[in-house]
């Protein structure tokens, strides 16, 4: 068994201790590796991650008959002028983080005849994060997408926590997502919004125990990633 698979099946087992009889989606973060590294994940995860769609394109083209029935989330910040790229090649777009970029998500996913699914990107952290919305921003990106655009379905919440060198010092900034989260559901009434994607590499148990129900990960799946390359 190689190195990748069987890191997936280690993960998959702390997961399961973490999650505690609940259900947890584990998505493989597969930016910067290559597509036989992705290759050998496919038969063990059922969700892949990108961050760049430049990046994203080329390996999913070389992918394609593999990536059939794996779902691709794109995770990092989303320009404009990416956006229908973005709605072509992914089901689900994590770092919706503006009402400008709803409204072209919006108006390519229309044209492609395609109900996009999003998360709204909720930053935690204002000193750590560039990207990803206040609650408050959150609130008016959710209801905005609700009055005005039919082809955008707000699945629920991704959040990027400070890194610490101890993972007990993050927990406040999940216990705050969950929060935020938990909240929603509750006022929003909306059978769609049911996703937490919240925990990485370092802290995902934690993240679990504070009520995520999807984890990106990617170095506890490949290895340290190399930007040089
Ligand atoms: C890279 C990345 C991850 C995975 O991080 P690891 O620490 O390698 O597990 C998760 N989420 C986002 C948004 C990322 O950009």
Redesign the pocket.
Known sequence: MSTIARNIIDIKERILKAANGTDVKLIA?T?TFSADCVKEALSYVTDIAE?KIQEALPKFEILSDSLKNINKHF??HLQSNKAKKAVLNFDLIQSLDSINLAKDINRHAGEAGKIQNCLIELKVSFEESKFGASEEAVLKIYDYCRQNCQNISINGLMT?APYFEDKQQVRPYFKKAYKIFENMQKIKNDGNFKILSMG???DFEVAIQEGANMV?????VFGE?NYDK
């Not at 990106?216 to 506890?220: D, E, H, K, L, Y």
């Open positions: 973060v930016k961050s995770i990092g990027i990485m590499s370092g990106r990960i990617g170095t506890a990633r």
